[in-house]
């Protein structure tokens, strides 16, 4: 039998792309080794660079090694291949063609100024619920970025059963006695690689901003909160995250069955009689049958990669203590209606169920939420549990440990959109803070070209490279961003930026109070399962 050292040596060097004897675009040397590049209007563009050796065979469901340095010139004009998803895909407005995937997909993309010296560094994690998506997304082309001097990194990490399963065999191959977590490790290879190779970009090693959206945000909190990716980063930018409770590795907590035994019921439903079984399945079946199954891909609490629930990790102040940028969107739920309740059949109903649900909290809830229009109501409960509160309190968060943070709320809204009831979708900010308005998806309501929305645009990617750069969000000629502080201060995108305080007034406090509920029976998860949902919290206060 071939040994796992002979494997992964082949594996990587089969994942070498050709050489060549001569550059005929720019060529780039770090310790990784050469790679040829394009130049596109003076920004040097790299793609497909391989930071880690693929996880194929007996590598998969094992934490990444990073890729042994190549000898020639690799050429790194096209994107690698995203990392294996589900291969039945729905219409929606996030629906694109992403081309070939693979498990041989640990790749990474580089935008960097012809001229770069010393240049802030920007990392980009994409989101897809951790089920899919991928560093190729045309929203992340990283040119416009570039442009400001930043140099742009844009990742693939594993995704779905081949990126997040634990297993008491995985747990005992592991070193360190656990599993899952392997998209997350991902990342911290990544950032590694960048920390080794990036100022031969030139990139400024000590000068790097994580960022993301959605599972992309949610990343970039896990990454604050672990260990192994301490000190990789300078900065944190997080994009529509969620702070959901995490299913423990092995014990049954806050009412998540622990992530060892979803695995294992997992190999039962797919018919697997071990881990061995699993490795010999084809990738792209394997992927789709855990879909089907209705794998949820999510990390876990391992005491080592997440040490703990992430509400725990930055109440005690466990977090990276780094500059904070982070909001969410008006409405967030509208495309993600699958995560809202229907609609009572009466308004008497709504309440009833919402006292029961809250009990002393109702008369707050329903003042936040009133019956008086249901639908918008929900929308707005869901909006805020998962993804208001989130912004929030990582705001709060960090101001308390002493550093800078920046709150947003994205609330603009144009005709396409507004005309199909998605004023400030989930996402809808990236076209804009990446300076990409004319490259999304098929489905994604257009965007006019006019001075407005091109105004905005420019306005969002000066703030977010002037925070890249000095941990300030700055914008030529805008409104002046104030940290969020004690007065509670944010920025509120809708046709122009404007200062604003007090977002939501009582939002943050009746969400926390709820969690802190949930957290202190601990056998409630908090998640999507708000409002009308909601468990029956109990009666005890906790502020």
């Not at 549990?385 to 912004?391: E, F, H, K, M």
């Not at 305080?501 to 943050?508: A, E, K, Q, W």
Request: with cysteine; proline share 7%.
């Amino acid at each position: 039998m071939m040994s796992f050292r002979r494997l992964i040596v082949g594996a990587a060097a089969a994942a070498c792309l050709a050489t060549t004897a001569y550059a005929a675009g720019p060529v780039v040397t770090p310790p990784a080794g050469s790679v040829e590049g394009v130049d596109v209007g003076g920004t040097r563009v790299f793609k497909g660079i391989p930071y880690a050796v693929p996880p194929v065979g007996q590598g998969r469901w094992r934490a990444p090694m990073a890729m042994p340095p190549w000898q020639g010139v690799k050429t790194a004009a096209e994107f690698g291949p995203a990392c294996v998803q589900p291969s039945f895909k729905f219409k929606s407005v996030y629906a694109q063609d992403i081309g070939a995937t693979s498990e041989d997909c640990l790749t990474l993309n580089i935008w960097s100024p012809a001229d770069a010296r010393k240049a802030p560094v920007f990392v980009w994690i994409h989101g897809g619920s951790f089920t899919g998506g991928g560093s190729k997304e045309s929203l992340y082309d990283g040119a416009q970025l570039a442009q400001r001097g930043v140099i742009v990194v844009t990742i693939n990490y594993r995704v779905g059963v081949l990126g997040y399963l634990a297993h008491p065999q995985l747990s005992n191959e592991s070193p360190l006695k656990i599993s899952g977590n392997y998209g997350t490790l991902d990342q911290v290879e990544a950032l590694k690689w960048v920390q080794r190779n990036i100022e031969a970009f030139g990139g400024d090693p000590a000068n790097v901003t994580i960022a993301g959206e959605s599972a992309g945000g949610l990343s970039v909190l896990y990454l604050m909160a672990s260990p192994a990716a301490r000190g990789l980063f300078a900065k944190a930018i997080a994009q529509s995250a969620y702070m959901i409770s995490m299913p423990e590795l092995r014990e049954r907590k806050f009412g998540e069955t622990p992530a060892e035994l979803q695995g294992a019921r997992l190999l039962t439903t797919l018919g697997a009689a071990n881990i061995g079984a699993l490795r010999k399945m084809d990738a792209q079946t394997l992927v789709d049958n855990a879909a089907m199954a209705r794998y949820l891909p999510l990390g876990n609490v391992d005491g080592k990669v997440l040490p703990r629930q992430l509400v725990d990790t930055f109440d005690k102040g466990e977090q990276a203590h780094v500059p904070l940028l982070a909001g969410f969107n008006s409405g967030e739920i509208r495309t993600l209606t699958i995560l809202a309740p229907p609609v009572p059949s009466s308004a008497a109903a709504y309440e009833s169920t919402i006292r029961e649900k809250y009990g002393d909290l109702a008369d707050e809830f329903l003042r936040l939420y009133p019956s008086s229009n249901m639908q918008e109501s929900i929308f707005a409960t869901t909006r805020d549990a998962l993804y208001g509160w989130t912004a929030e309190r990582l705001a709060r968060n960090q101001a308390k440990v002493g550093v800078p943070s920046y709150l947003y709320l994205f609330d603009h809204g144009y005709p396409a959109a507004d005309d199909a009831g998605l004023h400030a979708f989930h996402a809808s900010e990236l076209p804009y803070m990446f300076g990409n308005r004319d490259r999304t998806p098929q489905f994604w309501p257009k965007i006019p070209a006019t001075p407005q929305e091109a105004r905005l645009s420019d306005t969002m990617v000066g703030y977010w490279t002037s925070f890249a750069k000095t941990g300030t969000p700055v914008a030529a000629n805008e409104a002046a961003w104030t940290p969020y502080g004690s007065a509670g201060a944010y920025m509120h995108f809708a046709d122009v930026p404007k200062p604003a305080s007090d977002l939501f007034p009582g939002m943050f406090e009746l969400h926390e109070e709820a969690v802190c509920r949930r957290h202190k029976s601990g056998d409630q998860p908090w998640n999507w399962n708000t409002g009308l949902v909601s468990p029956k919290l109990s009666g005890t206060r906790c502020q």
